[in-house]
C-alpha cells in the first residue's frame, strides 16, 4: 500500500518556541492532506484539510494562527504549532488521499509532542 | 459525514473470528464505510472499506447490511496483534474521515 512519512517521531521542546512536523507521500502524489490530533485515551480529532496550492481549511475551534499548515507540493505538507505550551502536548497525525477511483486515506507514524 | 457507534470494547479468544459490529444509520448514499485500526502511539491503519456490497481482502471481510445502516468487521482468525482500537468511519466525497471513539478489541489467548 501507499506510504506516507511523518517526521520527527517525537518531539520535546520548552514553552514558547515553534516545532514543525513533515509529512511526506513517498511512492504516490497528495494534492489533500489532513492533520489530527489525539489526546491520550481518546480518539483522533480532524483538525485541518491542507490542499497542495491554497489555504488550509481549518475545523471549528481550531486556531489557524496558532497551527499553520504548508501544502506547497503534491507530496509535502508541514504542520508548524507556533509558540507552543503544554497545553499543546499531543499526539499529532497526518494522512495523505490516495489516488484512484475509491480514494483511501494512509496515516502517517504520528508524532508525539511534549511541551515542557 | 455519517456518525458511527461502535461498541466501547470487545474480547476475543485467539484463533477465533473476530466480528466487530457498527452503526451508520446516518450514513449517505454516497459514503463509503472505511475501517481502520490502530495500535498504541502509532499511526491509523487502513483495513478494508465498502459501499454496498460485501468485501474481503487478506485482512478481514466487510459484511454491510442492504439498507447500509450498519456493516461487521470479520477478522476469521484472531491473533494476540489483532488487539487494537478498532475504527468504522463513514467518508463522503471530501475525503476527509472523522472518527469515532472505536471498539478496544483485546484477543486473549
Known amino acids: 500500500g501507499a506510504v506516507v512519512s511523518q517526521h520527527p517521531s517525537w518531539v520535546i521542546c520548552k514553552s514558547g518556541t515553534s516545532v514543525k512536523i513533515e509529512c511526506r507521500s513517498l511512492?504516490?502524489?497528495?494534492?489533500?492532506m489532513f492533520w489530527y490530533r489525539q489526546f491520550p485515551k481518546q480518539s483522533l480529532m480532524l483538525m485541518a484539510t491542507?490542499?497542495?496550492?491554497?489555504?488550509?481549511?481549518?475545523e471549528q475551534g481550531v486556531e489557524k494562527d496558532k497551527f499553520l499548515i504548508n501544502h506547497a507540493s503534491l507530496t509535502l505538507s508541514t504542520l508548524t504549532v507556533t509558540s507552543a505550551h503544554p497545553e499543546d502536548s499531543s499526539f499529532y497525525i497526518c494522512?495523505?488521499?490516495?489516488?484512484?477511483?475509491?480514494?483511501?486515506?494512509?496515516f502517517g507514524s504520528g508524532t508525539q509532542l511534549s511541551v515542557l | 459525514d455519517a456518525k458511527t457507534t461502535q461498541p466501547t470494547s470487545m474480547d476475543c479468544a485467539e484463533g477465533r473470528a473476530a466480528n466487530l459490529p457498527c452503526n451508520h444509520s446516518?450514513?449517505?448514499?454516497?459514503?463509503?464505510v472505511y475501517w481502520y485500526r490502530q495500535i498504541h502511539s502509532q499511526g491509523p491503519q487502513y483495513i478494508i472499506h465498502?459501499?454496498?456490497n460485501n468485501e474481503t481482502n487478506e485482512m478481514a471481510s466487510l459484511i454491510i447490511t442492504e439498507d447500509r445502516k450498519s456493516s461487521t468487521l470479520i477478522l476469521p482468525h484472531a491473533t494476540l496483534r489483532d488487539t487494537a482500537v478498532y475504527y468504522c468511519?463513514?467518508?463522503?466525497?471530501?475525503?476527509?474521515?472523522?472518527f469515532g471513539q472505536g471498539t478496544t478489541l483485546q484477543v486473549k489467548p
Open positions: 494522512s495523505a488521499l490516495g489516488g484512484g477511483p475509491d480514494e483511501k486515506l494512509f
Open positions: 511512492d504516490f502524489q497528495a494534492t489533500t
Open positions: 491542507s490542499n497542495e496550492g491554497s489555504k488550509a481549511t481549518y
Open positions: 446516518t450514513i449517505s448514499g454516497n459514503e463509503y
Open positions: 465498502g459501499l454496498k
Open positions: 468511519v463513514g467518508s463522503g466525497n471530501t475525503g476527509k474521515l472523522i
